[in-house]
């Protein structure tokens, strides 16, 4: 995609002394006015490529996949992670019966949403002393010469009845959090030896298989461990699962130390994957989600906003929001302790699967974050907002909390911008920011903000360019600044 000419311009506003602190950016009259919306996409005719949605769990049938269909295919994310489900699927030795997952891939790919498939967990068939029926987080490398042959038959014949279908294998979940690494304590060696058995054996049927890890959190020692001990010659991604409240805290920097690891392994081949991570709608008080407000739909599908933006500015290949629908009972982890769960569909479970506000944000980030859209580079900056002299700490001045990420679309700069707060605060909408930004000449020649939480397009009415006294609303998740040709194929406009 090709960038207007960078010239440096700056496009600055002066101190305001008119900031003000609102409810919502529709209170706002003074800078911005309406002029259109975004218009959100489904997944068929969706063009996001790096998005998708956790569809795990249904190995443990946590939710009726048939309910869930249609409503999360109204939010055009593209991808959905997968858990394949030995104990399910394998219920007598020897005989596979793939008809349940078979039904999950081809629903999903009709609506336009490409499964990818984590491989996974133990089967009571070969393994003695589970902490759970279905044998969540046993791994078949302690139970036997037969337990382990009777898993490589399995993952291989589960790579031929979806060839055509299913081409990314991530080979076990979280394999460095002890719920899911049982009976021993989780060794990175172990998992590389896991990985190079699982690998070996979806390649004799699909030789050009992706193969992948996952890690809870982004842990660096362990995740170093795992390269070091030669996965590098086995994988083509590896994924994290980063749960922060905060999502951007020291974020880019572990992002950056977990892309060095792989260049000093010499597997700079291996794409970084956000593969899970979500914000739960409810929160209950004993969850081991610690959390002193119990959420609700609005923080849910801001975190949503949020964690898409900082994924897809690092560069990371794919960005998967946990998950589709909220657990029911038959959830379960290994060990013996089961952890009280929080509820993190972007769908509520039964009696009514209704979608919660995240799917309807999702068909507009999806829209905006499409394969039009790539990181770039700018300068913008928002502030001061302390006017200087005045004896308080700045530690609260959005000019240094703003968090800012670029990007380009359709050859425009399109600037992600917003306070990085803790969601649980529920901050309001801080108005007439003074803002800075230096970027191509004529790059913006019409400004518009766009609101990807209420799909709402505003014009800066305000003298923003020629050193006027424009500023900018800012908000708790990210706004859009950008021109109005940049989002013409995805607007409509109201003149």
């Given at each position: 995609?090709?960038?207007?000419?960078?010239?440096?311009?700056?496009?600055?506003?002066?101190?305001?002394?008119?900031a003000?602190?609102?409810?919502?950016?529709?209170?706002?009259?003074?800078?911005?006015?309406e002029?259109g919306?975004?218009k959100?996409?489904?997944?068929?005719?969706?063009?996001?490529n790096?998005?998708?949605?956790?569809?795990?769990?249904?190995?443990r049938?946590?939710?009726?996949?048939?309910?869930?269909?249609?409503k999360?295919?109204?939010?055009?994310?593209?991808?959905?992670?997968?858990?394949?489900?030995?104990?399910?699927?394998?219920?007598?030795?020897?005989?596979?019966?793939?008809?349940?997952?078979?039904?999950v891939?081809?629903?999903?790919?009709?609506?336009?949403?490409?499964?990818?498939?984590?491989?996974?967990?133990?089967?009571?068939?070969?393994?003695d002393?589970?902490?759970?029926?279905?044998?969540v987080?046993?791994?078949?490398?302690?139970?036997?010469?037969?337990?382990?042959?009777?898993?490589?038959?399995?993952?291989?014949?589960?790579?031929?009845?979806f060839?055509?279908?299913?081409?990314?294998?991530?080979?076990?979940?979280?394999?460095?959090?002890?719920?899911f690494?049982?009976?021993?304590?989780?060794?990175?060696?172990?998992?590389?030896?896991?990985?190079?058995?699982s690998?070996?054996?979806?390649?004799?049927?699909?030789?050009a298989?992706?193969?992948?890890?996952?890690?809870?959190?982004?842990?660096?020692?362990?995740?170093?461990?795992?390269?070091?001990?030669?996965?590098?010659?086995?994988?083509?991604?590896?994924?994290?699962?980063?749960?922060?409240?905060?999502?951007?805290?020291?974020?880019?920097?572990r992002?950056?130390?977990?892309?060095?690891?792989?260049?000093?392994?010499?597997?700079?081949?291996?794409?970084?994957?956000?593969?899970?991570?979500?914000?739960p709608?409810?929160?209950?008080?004993?969850?081991?989600?610690?959390?002193?407000?119990?959420?609700?739909?609005?923080?849910?599908?801001?975190?949503?906003?949020?964690?898409?933006?900082?994924?897809?500015?690092?560069g990371?290949?794919?960005?998967?929001?946990f998950?589709?629908?909220d657990?029911?009972?038959?959830?379960?982890?290994?060990?013996?302790?089961?952890?009280?769960?929080?509820?993190?569909?972007?769908?509520?479970?039964?009696?009514?699967?209704?979608?919660?506000?995240?799917?309807?944000?999702?068909?507009?980030?999806?829209?905006?974050?499409?394969?039009?859209?790539?990181?770039?580079?700018?300068?913008?900056?928002?502030?001061?907002?302390?006017?200087?002299?005045?004896?308080?700490?700045?530690?609260?001045?959005?000019?240094?909390?703003?968090?800012?990420?670029?990007?380009?679309?359709?050859?425009?700069?399109?600037?992600?911008?917003?306070?990085?707060?803790?969601?649980?605060?529920?901050?309001?909408v801080?108005?007439?920011?003074?803002?800075?930004f230096?970027?191509?000449?004529?790059?913006?020649?019409n400004?518009?903000?766009?609101?990807?939480?209420?799909?709402?397009?505003?014009?800066?009415?305000?003298?923003?360019?020629?050193?006027?006294?424009?500023?900018?609303?800012?908000?708790?998740?990210?706004?859009?600044?950008?021109?109005?040709?940049?989002?013409?194929?995805?607007?409509?406009?109201?003149?």
């Amino acid at each position: 995609m090709k960038i207007h000419k960078l010239t440096a311009i700056a496009l600055a506003a002066a101190l305001s002394a008119n900031a003000q602190i609102c409810e919502t950016l529709t209170e706002r009259t003074t800078n911005l006015k309406e002029i259109g919306r975004i218009k959100g996409v489904n997944s068929e005719e969706s063009r996001a490529n790096r998005l998708g949605v956790g569809f795990e769990c249904l190995d443990r049938k946590v939710f009726d996949p048939e309910k869930v269909y249609d409503k999360i295919a109204k939010s055009g994310l593209k991808f959905a992670r997968c858990q394949t489900g030995w104990a399910r699927t394998e219920t007598q030795k020897g005989k596979y019966d793939f008809a349940w997952l078979d039904s999950v891939v081809d629903n999903l790919r009709a609506r336009g949403i490409q499964p990818w498939f984590n491989v996974g967990y133990g089967n009571p068939l070969y393994m003695d002393n589970l902490t759970n029926p279905t044998g969540v987080g046993h791994v078949p490398l302690y139970y036997g010469e037969e337990c382990l042959q009777a898993w490589k038959n399995y993952v291989r014949a589960l790579a031929r009845n979806f060839k055509g279908r299913v081409d990314q294998f991530e080979i076990w979940n979280e394999s460095n959090h002890l719920s899911f690494w049982q009976p021993e304590k989780p060794d990175a060696k172990e998992y590389a030896k896991l990985l190079k058995i699982s690998a070996d054996e979806i390649r004799k049927e699909i030789p050009a298989a992706k193969i992948g890890a996952a890690m809870a959190g982004s842990p660096p020692a362990y995740f170093r461990d795992l390269f070091a001990a030669g996965a590098g010659e086995i994988l083509d991604f590896v994924s994290i699962h980063p749960y922060d409240n905060v999502p951007e805290i020291a974020y880019d920097q572990r992002v950056r130390g977990a892309l060095s690891i792989l260049r000093e392994f010499g597997a700079g081949h291996v794409k970084l994957r956000q593969g899970e991570a979500g914000f739960p709608f409810r929160i209950p008080a004993d969850c081991w989600k610690k959390s002193w407000h119990p959420s609700d739909e609005d923080i849910q599908a801001k975190w949503m906003l949020r964690r898409f933006v900082i994924d897809l500015h690092n560069g990371l290949d794919m960005s998967s929001i946990f998950m589709v629908c909220d657990f029911n009972p038959n959830y379960k982890v290994g060990g013996k302790k089961q952890p009280v769960e929080a509820q993190w569909g972007l769908i509520e479970n039964a009696p009514n699967y209704r979608p919660r506000k995240a799917v309807e944000v999702a068909s507009r980030i999806c829209a905006l974050l499409d394969d039009k859209t790539e990181p770039a580079e700018c300068a913008f900056r928002l502030g001061p907002q302390i006017p200087e002299g005045v004896r308080v700490s700045r530690l609260a001045d959005v000019a240094l909390n703003a968090a800012t990420k670029c990007f380009a679309r359709n050859g425009y700069p399109m600037v992600a911008y917003y306070m990085p707060e803790d969601l649980q605060f529920k901050s309001r909408v801080i108005e007439n920011v003074p803002a800075t930004f230096v970027w191509g000449k004529a790059a913006i020649e019409n400004p518009v903000i766009v609101d990807p939480f209420d799909g709402k397009i505003y014009a800066v009415t305000s003298k923003f360019y020629g050193g006027g006294a424009g500023a900018l609303p800012v908000a708790d998740y990210p706004l859009m600044l950008t021109d109005r040709a940049a989002i013409a194929d995805i607007a409509e406009f109201l003149e």
